[in-house]
C-alpha cells in the first residue's frame, strides 16, 4: 500500500456518479476534506443535472459533468463521452482522486486521471471481471469506522487516508434567494411555512413507489387529524403519479410536481413540517435541510439507507417478504422488488402523527 505523505492534498477528484440521495450522502465526506485541507480545490464527477446543485452548496468548489444518456448510448457515444471526462479531469492535474462509484468505468477513469495518491474499495462491490485492473494505491474498507449505514462507505476513504472523522451527517441548507423563491411559490398557494407536509410518491423504480392511492388516504387522514396543508414534489417523470394523488384526496394539495430546480426543492422541504416519501433522494435532501421525515422502505434497509441527523421514523414491511408483484419483482435487487406495496395506510398515518407530536414543542419554540 502507497505511504500516505503528511503533506496536504491541493487538488481533489471525488467521482460520484449515481443519484442525487448519494450526492448528499457523499457531501459528508467532501465537507471533511474541506475541514481537514483548507482551501483545496475539490472538483465532482457528476451527471449534468447535479451541476449546479453541487457547486451552489458548496458540496466541490468544481464540477466535471457528464451524461448519462450518453454513457448509456452506443459504443461510439460512449466512447467520446468517456474521451471528453477524462480530457477535462487530466486539465486538473489532481493529487488525490477517491472512487465512491466503484465500478468499471470508475476504475478506467482513475487510471487515466492517474493522480499519485488513489482511492478505491478493497473489496470492490462487485468483484473485478476477467482483465479488469483496480487502479488505486489506498484502499478503503467497504464501510469504515465501524458504521452500518450507507454514508459510512462513503466515508470509508477518510478512515483509509489515516484522517479524523468530523463531520457523519448531512447538512445542506437552502441558498437565501431560493428560500424567498420557495416562500413566494407556497405563499400563492397558502401555505405557511412549518404548516405543511411535503409528499414524494415518486421513485426510480416502480417498485419503490409506495400506491398512489394509499398516499391520497394517508393525505386525508393526516390533514383531517392536524390541519396541515400538502405539497407534492417530484421529477417531470412523476407528474402522472401526482395526478392520481390529487384526483382521489378530498384534501386540497399544491402540485409542484416537475416545476422545481433541486436548488428552489431544497428550499421547499426545508420549509415543510413534514416530509413523507418513498426511499428516495428528496427524503435525503429534507433530512439533511433539517426536516422531520416519515420514510417508506421495501426491500432496502433503512439501517442502511434511512435519513439521518432528524426526528424520523423508517417504515418496512415485516421480512421476508411475501411476494406481491412476482411478475415485476427482482427480489435480488433491491431497487426493483415491491415489498413497499405491502404497507398499509395506517402505520403510515401513525408514524406521521407520531413524528409531528415528537417534534411539537420545537416547532412552537420555532414560532
Not at 471533511?32 to 482551501?39: A, C, I, K, S, V
Not at 486539465?91 to 488513489?118: E, M, Q, Y
Request: net charge positive.
Amino acid at each position: 500500500m502507497l505511504q500516505i505523505s503528511p503533506a496536504p492534498f491541493r487538488s481533489i477528484l471525488v467521482i460520484q456518479t449515481k443519484f442525487i440521495g448519494d450526492i448528499v450522502l457523499a457531501s459528508t465526506l467532501a465537507r471533511n476534506l474541506q475541514l481537514e485541507f483548507p482551501g483545496a480545490r475539490i472538483v465532482f464527477l457528476c451527471e449534468a443535472q447535479f451541476e449546479s446543485f453541487v457547486v451552489a452548496h458548496g458540496i466541490a468548489s468544481e464540477v466535471v459533468t457528464f451524461r448519462r444518456s450518453r454513457m448509456r448510448g452506443t459504443a461510439l457515444e460512449r466512447g467520446k463521452e468517456l474521451y471528453a471526462m477524462v480530457r477535462a479531469l487530466r486539465g486538473f492535474r489532481f493529487d488525490l482522486t477517491i472512487d465512491l462509484t466503484d465500478s468499471k468505468t470508475s476504475r478506467i477513469i482513475s487510471g487515466f486521471v492517474n493522480a499519485k495518491t488513489r482511492v478505491g474499495y478493497n473489496p470492490p462491490e462487485r468483484p473485478l471481471k476477467l482483465l479488469e485492473r483496480q487502479p488505486a494505491n489506498v484502499f478503503a474498507k467497504p464501510f469504515g469506522f465501524g458504521g452500518q449505514h450507507f454514508v459510512y462507505r462513503y466515508l470509508s476513504p477518510i478512515e483509509a487516508l489515516g484522517l479524523d472523522l468530523r463531520v457523519t451527517v448531512p447538512s445542506i441548507q437552502p441558498l437565501p434567494f431560493e428560500t424567498l423563491k420557495a416562500l413566494a411559490l407556497l405563499g400563492k398557494h397558502g401555505l405557511d411555512p412549518n404548516g405543511f407536509v411535503a409528499v414524494h410518491a415518486g421513485a426510480s423504480f416502480k417498485g419503490r413507489q409506495w400506491q398512489p392511492e394509499r398516499f391520497a388516504e394517508a393525505i386525508d387522514e393526516i390533514a383531517t387529524d392536524t390541519g396541515l396543508g400538502f405539497v407534492l414534489v417530484g421529477g417531470p417523470e412523476e407528474q402522472g403519479t401526482a395526478a392520481r394523488i390529487i384526483a382521489r384526496t378530498a384534501t386540497p394539495v399544491a402540485d409542484l410536481v416537475g416545476t422545481l430546480s433541486l436548488e428552489t426543492l431544497l428550499a421547499v422541504l426545508k420549509q415543510a413540517r413534514l416530509f413523507l416519501g418513498n426511499e428516495s433522494g428528496p427524503m435525503h435532501m429534507a433530512a439533511a435541510a433539517g426536516t422531520p421525515v416519515v420514510g417508506l422502505f421495501g426491500m432496502t434497509n433503512p439501517s442502511r439507507w434511512g435519513p439521518l441527523g432528524v426526528p424520523s421514523i423508517a417504515l418496512r414491511p415485516p421480512m421476508p417478504c411475501d411476494c406481491v408483484a412476482k411478475g415485476l419483482c427482482r427480489r435480488t435487487d433491491p431497487r426493483k422488488a415491491c415489498c413497499v406495496w405491502r404497507l398499509e395506510v395506517k402505520p403510515v398515518v401513525e408514524a406521521a402523527r407520531e413524528v409531528l407530536a415528537r417534534t411539537e414543542m420545537k416547532r412552537e419554540r420555532a414560532v
